[in-house]
């Protein structure tokens, strides 16, 4: 993710959704009505549960990994094998690029292609092993990321989201999710 700041900016030159701007299309759309919220974007990343984890290696190699995860708090929290690259390079760098992609048209994209919209943020990681103080009973409330007999040994990992969300097609239209510059938001995580 680029921390360049201008993430927000259409290919115009204008700001996208959540930045002030509305939508170019010219016609008027209930779901496009109102900037986007931060707390819009949190009650969709509550509601999935799958996202892509990007990290790197000790060598600098880029990685990325699916992951389920659950919201506690305002933290994801996404448990792991002990001894898998998620745990060991993520836990190195504590530094963490996610993407949460978010279904969007219902029973239309059975026979349509319609992206996922997307929600795409940075923070910080923590890798809590299984013996520290607390793991076990966030892993209990995590109840079904992890079947019963790995309870015990998985370690979590505990993300926390800073600066901005940045998203695509997150409180828009389908319509409106052709146009970049209207499907575009950004909006702080706080």
């Known amino acids: 993710m680029s921390q360049s700041g201008d993430e927000g900016m259409s290919e115009g ?12 299309s010219g016609v008027e759309d209930p779901a496009d009505g109102a900037p986007l919220t931060g707390e819009q974007v949190w009650h969709e990343v509550v509601k999935a549960s799958f ?21 506690l708090g305002r933290r994801l929290y996404v448990a792991v ?3 898998s690259w998620k745990a060991k390079h993520i836990a190195r760098s504590g530094r963490i690029a996610v993407v949460v992609p978010v279904r969007r048209g219902g029973i239309l994209s059975l026979v349509l292609p319609i992206p996922p919209a997307t929600i795409n943020f940075h923070g ?3 890798v809590h092993q299984p013996d520290e103080h607390d793991t076990a009973s966030l892993l209990q409330q ?9 309870r015990t040994s998985a370690v979590l990992i505990d993300i926390v989201p800073e600066g901005a969300f940045l998203t695509y097609g997150i409180g828009v239209s389908l319509r409106n999710m052709r ?3 209207a499907a575009r938001g950004r909006v702080p995580v706080a």
């Open 13 to 24: 030159g204008g700001l996208g959704r959540g930045s002030g701007a509305r939508g170019s």
């Open 142 to 150: 995590l109840g079904s990321l992890l079947p019963p007999e790995r």
């Open 179 to 181: 146009n970049p510059a």
């Open 51 to 71: 996202a892509v984890l990007g990290y790197v290696t000790p060598t600098g190699e880029p990685r990325s990994s699916g992951v389920v995860y659950k919201v």
């Open 124 to 126: 910080a990681a923590v």
């Open 81 to 83: 094998a002990p001894d």
